[in-house]
């Protein structure tokens, strides 16, 4: 098994794009699947140069619709057009992003769901992709333990409510033949919290361990320098990874330069960063 970061806020080599999005490849039992598209079609861009066949994908799971997760989703689907696509009913609901007095759309909407209606395969909250590979969503809701950033709205008639980020799930993956042996957990922005979501894998599979925790941890907005959070926030969600017995932590994308710092003082040696051209195997 083999996930590749196509893209995120970062890259590897210098012919490579990079944007604040995110994009996995994940080659699985014969099959090749994205988790997430990036904010553009540069995921695929990054993909040709890299030779991967981004022409022979299986299925495409999207964390959350959010920009920076859904923007590639037409050049990806171009190539792919009869492709899969898995995401959380919740994404129904349009969510906008606060800019100052303003709001702006912070993903996909009505025009998404109605152009890709065939390829579609919405869940609430749990779905299989493949034998081996499952999207669950967060079951433990300790509201210490959610982002903090309340800057996602939705509207609850004629007014703007913070978003509970329903539409927000993680891939869990076998890589191994025995279960037992162990999962990867891949997730887009962990709004929902990395301690939330830990504890809901440890409940739903129990006793397995955990090799890997790859994905954005929300910790940084617009400049990668600082946090969006209080570095305490940081800090016990770190702690939460490192409880949880996970092997190693890849953090990119909304994590930020900052944020990964932070997550470092606790995390030490299990702490990776998984930059656009990076590959991981299991």
């Not at 333990?145 to 869990?172: I, T």
């Not at 959070?229 to 939460?240: H, K």
Request: glycine share 10%; with cysteine.
């Amino acid at each position: 098994m083999k996930i590749i970061c196509l893209i995120e806020n970062t890259s590897v080599d210098e012919k490579l794009f990079h944007e604040d999005g995110m994009s996995l490849f994940v080659e699985y039992n014969g099959k090749n699947y994205l988790i997430d598209t990036g904010l553009t079609g540069k995921a695929i861009e990054n993909a040709r140069r890299m030779r991967l066949p981004v022409n022979e994908i299986d299925a495409v799971v999207l964390t959350h619709n959010h920009d920076a997760h859904i923007g590639g989703i037409d050049a990806v689907m171009r190539l792919n057009p009869e492709a899969k696509i898995y995401l959380r009913a919740g994404a129904l609901s349009e969510v906008f992003k606060r800019n100052g007095f303003f709001k702006t759309p912070a993903g996909e909407g009505k025009g998404f769901f109605k152009k890709y209606a065939d390829n579609l395969v919405l869940f609430n909250s749990f779905s299989e992709v493949a034998e081996g590979f499952y999207l669950a969503s967060c079951e433990n809701f300790e509201e210490k333990n959610e982002n903090p950033d309340k800057s996602y709205l939705v509207m609850d008639g004629k007014k703007a409510v913070p978003h509970n980020f329903n539409d927000e799930s993680f891939a869990v993956i076998f890589p191994k033949r025995r279960k037992a042996d162990g999962l990867i957990l891949v997730g887009g922005c962990f709004h929902c919290g990395a301690a939330n979501i830990m504890e809901t894998v440890k409940e739903r599979w129990h006793g397995v361990p955990i090799l890997a925790v790859i994905g954005g941890f929300h910790f940084t907005g617009s400049n990668p320098k600082t946090l969006n959070c209080a570095a305490e926030y940081v800090t016990a969600q770190s702690r939460a990874l490192k409880m949880s017995g996970a092997e190693k932590i890849y953090a990119c994308h909304c994590t930020g330069f900052r944020g990964f710092d932070v997550m470092d003082e606790t995390l030490g040696d299990k702490l990776m960063y998984f930059g656009g051209g990076e590959q991981i195997d299991f």
